[in-house]
């Protein structure tokens, strides 16, 4: 079952989009939202896993003569993580104007609305 | 489309997104594998220029093009959404409500685990080349410890040490030096963000060139990029209040 | 493939179902921080303290911390317009 850590996060994936699919409240869908990228995380992290190997720091410990993951995935998610904690700031921003100004956060009422 | 039919194209959808994935997973190199290219190049190159600690080798040196757009995408987010959150033509700001009964220890241990949050998120920043650590997690650590006020009940404490121009001006300040740092490895070695500065022995405090310098840059733009954002939520839900109907001031 | 692997994963796997299926966003909010704590523990068993260090301040204290301030802000914005037709509502009759 070596592929387990990939279909978890094909997993996470799905099951956020499927939150953003059935969602009844914008707030909801932001928070799937969340969920789906997590699932980019572990699919990235995964990729660059080595059995045995350690984390890439080096130190008086480690040498830079041993075995490290790698560590250019753990980079791209490390700047993610932080990004798309604002952007899912600036979404609920907008879930909390849209509440202000039709007082409704339904998307299906949503769309129906005109102006 | 109602929501049965939006249920039905997702259900079709997700099936075959499942089975071209299962597919490709199939087919790749095998999990914990010791088979990783960038690996063994970007250690290299991080060991060549002194910097123990290969991720922010990795984010500050060897791709620091994509840190300086990330950065970029996180001032536009917290500009955008600073905007959206001011109070409309309607509202206005009323006084900061009386805070209600908490215990007197939960408040205490707020105001003792500041500054050690302080010291933590400090230290995770300036040593953020030699341990694991760096510019974006000690800014994160810095912002969740002053909102410790919030969180165990002195609103108004943590509305006295925080004025919002100064960190918007952190914020600010973290992104120029960013862009400044770049355009001085433009000036002295003919491309941007080009690590210029003398790199060290390995595993020092001064070690690894621009690295500490741009670490230090990126936890003061998240910083006060996190405070703003959250300064912002907070006023709307504590102190921004309607004051009739829309279109009277 | 350790135990420990194929526990942590199960354990994120477990967390966002919750996450996805709690209909109420109040409720999703300490379950977005649940996941995010077992999101740590599979960074750290994949041997990335970095981005486990990332993960654990924004996905355990800043997102949860900001859904709960935006359902709030929702909640009175509804009440204060509520409050707002009923007076006109009274003011008209």
């Known amino acids: 079952m070596s592929i387990y850590a990939y279909l978890v996060a094909g997993y996470l994936v799905l099951i956020g989009s499927y939150g953003i699919v059935r969602s009844r409240h914008m707030v909801h869908a932001v928070v799937s939202l969340s969920v789906a990228q997590g699932g980019t995380y572990v699919l990235l992290l995964a990729v660059g896993y080595q059995r045995g190997a350690t984390a890439p720091v080096f130190g008086s410990t480690t040498k830079p003569s041993t075995d490290v993951v790698d560590p250019v995935v753990q980079a791209m998610t490390l700047t993610d993580i932080v990004v798309s904690a604002t952007v899912t700031a600036l979404l609920l921003a907008l879930a909390v104007q849209v509440n202000k100004r039709h007082g409704t956060v339904d998307p299906d009422e949503l769309a129906a609305l005109k102006g | 489309m109602t929501r049965r039919t939006r249920l039905v194209v997702f259900l079709v959808g997700a099936g075959c997104v499942t089975a071209m994935f299962v597919l490709a997973v ?33 984010n500050f040196d060897q791709r620091a093009v994509d840190t300086f757009g990330e950065e970029t995408i996180l001032i536009t987010s917290v500009v955008a959404a600073a905007v959206l959150l001011r109070p409309a033509k309607g509202e206005t700001e009323r006084r900061i409500p009386q805070t209600g009964r908490n215990l007197a220890g939960t408040r205490l241990l707020g105001y003792v685990l500041v500054p050690i949050t302080a010291i933590v998120g400090l230290d995770l920043v300036i040593h953020g080349h030699v341990t694991p650590g760096g510019g974006f997690q000690g800014g994160i650590v810095l912002a969740t410890g002053l909102h410790l006020l919030y969180v165990t009940g002195s609103y108004p404490a943590l509305d006295r040490l925080r004025p919002i121009a100064a960190f918007d001006v952190t914020d600010a300040l973290g992104a120029a030096t960013f862009g400044a740092v770049g355009l001085a490895g433009l000036g002295f070695a003919g491309s941007f963000l080009t690590n210029v500065m003398p790199w060290g022995t390995f595993g020092q405090l001064f070690s690894g060139g621009t690295v500490p310098v741009l670490n230090v840059a990126v936890g003061l733009e998240v910083f006060g990029g996190i405070v703003v954002l959250l300064a912002k939520f907070l006023e709307q839900d504590i102190t921004v209040a309607s004051s009739g109907k829309e279109g009277e001031s | 493939m350790t135990a420990l692997i194929v526990l942590a994963l199960t354990l994120v796997a477990m967390a966002a179902t919750a996450v996805v299926l709690a209909d109420a966003p109040e409720r999703q909010a300490v379950t977005l921080s649940v996941f995010g704590l077992a999101l740590v523990v599979v960074f750290m068993v994949l041997q990335a303290p970095d981005v486990a260090l990332s993960e654990l301040g924004v996905g355990t204290a800043v997102v949860p911390l900001m859904v709960m301030l935006a359902i709030r802000t929702m909640r009175k914005d509804r009440r204060e317009r509520q409050q707002q037709t009923g007076d006109d509502g009274g003011d008209d009759s």
């Open chain 2, 26 to 58: 199939l087919g790749m190199p095998e999990f914990g594998g010791s088979h990783h290219v960038y690996r063994d190049l970007a250690v290299h190159a991080a060991v060549k220029h002194r910097t123990a600690n290969v991720v922010s080798s990795v």
